[in-house]
């Protein structure tokens, strides 16, 4: 009898599979069936990996089946939102897939600005429940990305400064526990796995619904970009750090580095682009801002003017396509002197082909007034936050390209600060305890360790940027 290595046979697999399968409301898909190839891709190609099974979610009810089975097989569980992870983690070789990316319902409540989220929605489908209502919940960036990762591992994009990351807007989660418990976490019902979750990933169970406390959003918005050729990036770059020391809360700038997707029509050289997001219901102020950018950094083209935020949120989404090779790596930093900007524009000049680009992300603001102790996102400290990330097509491009990240990332090491970004970090950390405990510092990896023994002394939940239970390691995770 073929015996696997946590004693089940395949036969025996076989049964406890087709006992899962009758338990679910929605579907168990095995290799040979029809969609499982479909099915078993996740948005960054690079990661193209052969589940035995992929069990997709009708419910939140199909949850519980679906860890009591990775539990009872000895499979490897990877849990899938939105699926919008650079890490692969929404899927596992040899193991089993819980796919929620069915679950995608919102529902806004305008009285209480309350929203409630299923964990397989994306940003695109919060933005259309809030805009009809005027309001918005602080996501990301670009609109196919997943929620339920989004929130859990941070939650960084174009309302940071002005209200906070995704997870500082969480009111509360339902989560299903490794042993099977039905938890409500919140500041008042078990508030230190709430602490958890905000920012220590998908550590501690699965979330079944978010509640988030939603903002007034003006329709429609201020939103600007600023574009400059190379030759003028440097005085860019200084301009940006000169505008950022005393900005008013409710101005969301990210800086970027590419060369832009053909339907915008800029040709086939680099930009460097100056976005803004103005959220205050006048737009005047941001109006007077932008032009004081424009003092500190003449730009060579703009577009400035009101925009729908859904349209707002989507703009970039083309820069992401589903199944392209992917790879990222992000560094916090405060300072963005001349030493600092010969660097990062020195490896930014290199950039002169499509798919790669740079992020500068200006954070402070109600990010940074937010308690440091608060939440489990690793820190608070930085004015700024660098993300360098690829997608590409061919997998004879993933050493050159991977390479690339790497030698940007490593340039600003002199400058780096503690407290990495998980949601743009790549694979290559998930089994590093080290790496972990240098992300979240001591405290705070000390605090996760002890909800992990608590919540999690199996590590059911392992593929994620693991933190490891005591007495854990991370073979065959």
């Given amino acids: 009898m073929d015996i696997s290595e946590d004693g089940v046979s395949k036969e025996q697999l076989t049964q406890k599979l087709d006992r899962l399968r009758k338990q679910l409301s929605g579907s168990l898909l095995e290799p040979g069936d029809t969609g499982y190839d479909e099915a078993r891709r996740i948005w960054n190609g690079m990661h193209d990996l052969h589940p035995r099974a992929i069990a997709r ?19 490897v569980l990877a849990v899938r939102g939105g699926g919008h992870n650079v890490a692969g983690h929404g899927s596992v070789e040899g193991g089993l897939v819980l796919d929620l990316s069915a679950l995608r319902g919102v529902t806004v409540d305008p009285d209480t600005l309350l929203v409630t989220v299923e964990p397989g929605a994306t ?30 591992g941070g939650g960084v994009g174009w309302l940071t400064r002005s209200n906070g990351l995704t997870l500082d807007n969480l009111v509360s989660a339902e989560v299903v526990t490794a042993d099977g418990g039905h938890l409500r976490a919140s500041e008042e019902e078990n508030p230190k796995l709430f602490w958890g979750l905000r920012g220590g990933g998908g550590n501690f169970g699965v979330v079944s619904s ?5 903002r007034p959003l003006p329709h429609p918005v201020l939103g600007a970009n600023l574009f400059y050729l190379p030759e003028h990036w440097k005085q860019a770059l200084a301009g940006y750090e000169k505008w950022t020391r005393d900005l008013p809360d409710q101005m969301n700038p990210i800086l970027s580095i590419l060369v832009l ?29 932008i032009n004081q950018l424009r003092h500190h950094a003449p730009p060579d083209q703009e577009e400035v003017g009101p925009v729908a935020w859904p349209e707002w949120q989507s703009a970039m989404d ?20 001349e030493q600092v900007i010969d660097v990062l524009a020195g490896f930014a000049s290199r950039v002169q082909w499509r798919g790669t680009g740079i992020d500068v992300h200006h954070l ?22 660098l993300n360098i990330y690829g997608f590409w097509a061919d997998a004879e491009d993933d050493v050159r390209l991977t390479a690339f990240a790497r030698e940007a990332h490593a340039s600003m090491q002199p400058f780096s600060e503690q407290g ?6 790549g694979g290559e950390t998930r089994q590093d305890p080290e790496a972990a405990r240098q992300t979240y510092g001591q405290d705070k990896y000390q605090r996760l360790i002890d909800l992990k ?21 991370t073979d065959g995770l």
């Fill in 453 to 473: 023994r608590q919540y999690d002394p199996g590590n059911l939940f392992s593929r994620n940027h693991n933190i490891l239970p005591p007495g854990q390691d």
């Fill in 123 to 152: 940003l695109a489908d919060v933005d259309r429940a809030t805009a009809e209502h005027g309001l918005a919940v602080p996501l990301g960036v670009i609109s196919a990305t997943g929620v339920a990762g989004l929130t859990l």
């Fill in 318 to 337: 083309s820069l992401f396509p589903t199944g392209a090779r992917g790879y990222w790596k992000n560094v916090s930093f405060s300072r963005l002197d």
């Fill in 57 to 75: 979610a009708g419910s939140v009810a199909d949850i519980d089946p679906v860890l009591s089975a990775a539990a009872d097989t000895g499979l």
């Fill in 210 to 214: 978010f509640t988030f406390r939603a």
């Fill in 364 to 385: 402070e603001g109600a990010f940074g007034r937010t308690a440091e102790e608060a939440t489990a996102y690793p820190s608070r400290a930085s004015r700024y936050l």
């Fill in 261 to 289: 997707p053909p339907e915008f029509e800029m040709g086939e050289a680099p930009w460097l682009i100056i976005g803004c997001a103005w959220a205050g219901a006048d737009h005047q102020p941001g109006l007077d801002l």
């Fill in 420 to 425: 990495e970004y998980l949601n743009f970090l």
